[in-house]
């Protein structure tokens, strides 16, 4: 009986619309075989689209005669699937054959092991409805077989990546509906992260994929690995990876390494550590060359997913964000000129008073300039180191008219000793202190103080310490360029 229809000859198969519900990929210069191929219909249209060869097997020999008049470009053999030609093929066909097979899911993975790493096993198939797994047995108009539920299906392709592509097309008679199911072997994934320095990937590094326990291989480490001598890498890699951390670090590294063509080198770096297993990849690549990358992860049997995601990017604005603070401190400057705050003015009293008792002295706050707000608590805070070598009773005082407030010394300030102390020639001061912090009410502080140390009993005055007031015409003019500045900006927009 005729099965498949072509010009001039109508089968019970829609040959046609059965090739267009399998959505075969591109044939061009690929290996195909056809299982059960009958007159040849899929075999002549791979060699039509220009496969580098494509092999037709059925056990029946008037098919196969058939075939082989009409498509003497194919080769067609007559005998059953069990014994197959030598080597892998880049696609497989099976349609409306598996369920002749005296043991279906043998066949399924002996077909697998036939494919090449990125080869596609394509099954026609009638697929049961049914919530069980299992094989059913369906009664046909000409005779009984086993087809499976789609929860059986499931079992058995479980270790490969597969995808229902299409329903076909049914033939008259049919008790169950056929589907078009592409099969591929499960090829390890690669995440990539190729994003620009800044834009969040070692923490999607950090989250999602060490918490899916997925690992992570860290461009960043691979670099300074490299760069150590702690990876074996071609010398040529070693050698650019240094020149390019050498003048800017990682991402002059990756710069350097994919200009010079040493993509490839590059990505066996990445796999061997990766494994060939899922992984994930955090490196930045720039953007001209992370279509390469996947190419080369691609070739060596991975399935690379980039992903891409939007994040303002610190990173990659550096030249932005300082541009924008640049223009931040000219406003800063510009409304110095224009406003006037109640401030604090510290004079310094000359040093050569004051330098055979003191030998350095710093006042951290109140800071020349530093805003006064009436009615608020000042700190006073700052050092002293000595210049005497007696040990003796130090303490600090600030006088306003005639009240003098004494305070001591109580910060230890290691950071002075550390910068200045060597120089100092003092023996350290009974209280091990040589930082002061002390908080004056705002009314003496307002009032201004002259501020000093007392040192064996005698004060040496150090500083001068008023506060500067506003002044009211500045103000007033500062208020009102405000105002004709705004009223200017409302105009504009
Ligand atoms: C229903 S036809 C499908 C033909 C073709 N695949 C199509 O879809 O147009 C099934 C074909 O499988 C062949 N066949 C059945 N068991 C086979 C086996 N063990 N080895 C090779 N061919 C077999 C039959 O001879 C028949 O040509």
Redesign the pocket.
């Known amino acids: 009986m005729q099965?498949?229809s072509f010009p001039g000859v109508k089968?019970s198969?829609e040959?046609l619309e059965?090739l267009k519900a399998l959505y075969l990929p591109s044939l061009k210069g690929k290996r195909f075989i056809?299982?059960?191929?009958?007159?040849g219909?899929?075999c002549g249209y791979a060699w039509f689209d220009g496969a580098a060869e494509s092999i037709g097997?059925?056990?029946?020999e008037q098919?196969i005669g058939r075939a082989r008049a009409r498509f003497p470009e194919c080769r067609f053999l007559a005998?059953?699937?069990?014994q197959l030609p030598d080597g892998k093929f880049d696609v497989i066909?099976?349609?409306?054959?598996l369920h002749?097979?005296?043991d279906q899911e043998v066949l399924l993975h002996q077909l697998m092991d036939k494919l090449n790493q990125d080869g596609v096993l394509v099954l026609?198939i009638g697929i049961v409805t049914s919530d069980k797994s299992e094989w059913v047995s369906v009664k046909r108009s000409i005779d009984e077989r086993l087809f499976p539920t789609r929860y059986k299906l499931m079992e058995v392709l479980a270790p490969y990546a597969w995808k229902i592509v299409s329903r076909s097309v049914a033939q008259a008679g049919d008790p169950i509906g056929r589907f078009v199911v592409h099969v591929r072997p499960m090829r390890p994934f690669v995440y990539l992260m190729l994003e620009n320095p800044g834009s969040g990937k070692s923490t999607i590094a950090r989250t999602l994929f060490a918490r899916s326990q997925v690992p992570v291989v860290s461009g960043d480490v691979v670099y300074h690995r490299i760069k150590e001598g702690r990876l074996e890498v071609p010398p040529v890699l070693k050698e650019t990876v240094e020149a390019g951390l050498a003048i800017g670090g990682n991402d002059q590294a990756a710069q350097k390494v994919l200009t010079a063509g040493l993509t490839g080198e590059l990505v066996d770096v990445w796999c061997g550590l990766g494994g060939e297993q899922d992984f994930a990849l955090d490196s930045y690549v720039p953007k001209r060359f992370r279509d390469a990358i996947c190419a080369a992860f691609e070739v060596r049997g991975y399935v690379p997913v980039q992903l891409n995601w939007e994040m303002e990017r610190s990173g990659s604005d550096r030249d932005l964000a300082a541009s924008r603070a640049e223009r931040y401190t000219s406003l800063l400057a510009q409304r110095a000129s224009v406003t006037d705050f109640p401030a604090f003015e510290v004079r310094r009293l000359p040093a050569r008073q004051i330098k055979s008792h003191i030998f350095k002295w710093h006042l951290d706050y109140p800071a020349e300039g530093q805003m006064f707000e009436a009615g608020s608590q000042v700190q006073l805070a700052g050092w002293m180191l000595p210049a005497t070598n007696e040990q003796a009773n130090y303490r600090c005082y600030v006088r306003s008219g005639p009240v003098v407030e004494y305070f001591d010394f109580n910060r230890q300030r290691e950071d002075v000793i550390k910068l200045f102390g060597q120089h100092a020639d003092m023996k350290p001061s009974t209280s091990g202190f040589y930082g002061f912090a002390h908080t004056l009410p705002p009314l003496l502080a307002g009032a201004g103080f002259e501020f000093g140390f007392e040192l064996a009993g005698k004060r040496i005055p150090v500083a001068h310490i008023k506060v500067r007031s506003a002044s009211k015409p500045n103000l007033l003019m500062a208020r009102l360029k405000q105002k004709l500045r705004t009223r200017l900006t409302n105009v504009a927009g």
């Open positions: 099965y498949q089968g198969s040959s059965k056809d299982l059960g191929c009958n007159e219909y899929f097997i059925d056990r029946s098919a005998q059953s699937w069990e066909l099976l349609a409306s054959a002749y097979a005296a026609e």
